[in-house]
């Protein structure tokens, strides 16, 4: 059974910086996609991130272009979301994503329907 676990949430005032991973168990790492996705209180769930499982193309959603890079270590079975810069309107629960089918650049999976095994979420605060 796959598992993943999602850490590295916590309280941070705005302007400051925190690391998520998500370690996968009871297999390797999806060989086609990993995502990250975000919900706020009252939200629907919303794509965040997806990386490739070479790590070599990764995709964002607009709100967070050039502040959350993605990244994925294979070897260790983690996947990780830098947050930079991040604002009040950042808060939310952060879910880590394992997509097991391919997939077309031309329409990137952001969907949550589009994903096979989801983690528990970390809370991510950012004060004002």
């Known amino acids: 059974q796959v598992q993943l676990v999602e850490s590295g949430g916590g309280l941070v005032q705005a302007g400051g910086s925190l690391r998520l991973s998500c370690a996968v168990s009871g297999s390797t790492l999806s060989r086609y996609a990993m995502g990250w996705f975000r919900q706020a209180p009252g939200k629907e769930r919303e794509f965040v991130a997806l990386i490739s499982w070479s790590g070599g193309s990764t995709y964002y959603a607009d709100f967070v272009k050039g502040r959350f890079p993605i990244s994925r270590d294979n070897a260790k079975n983690k996947v990780y979301l830098e947050m930079n810069s991040l604002k009040p309107e950042d808060t939310a629960v952060y879910y880590c994503?394992?997509?097991?089918?391919?997939?077309?650049?031309?329409?990137?999976?952001?969907?949550?329907?589009?994903?096979?095994?989801w983690g528990q979420g970390t809370q991510v605060t950012v004060s004002s």
């Open positions: 994503a394992d997509r097991r089918n391919s997939y077309s650049v031309s329409d990137i999976p952001r969907n949550i329907n589009a994903y096979d095994y």
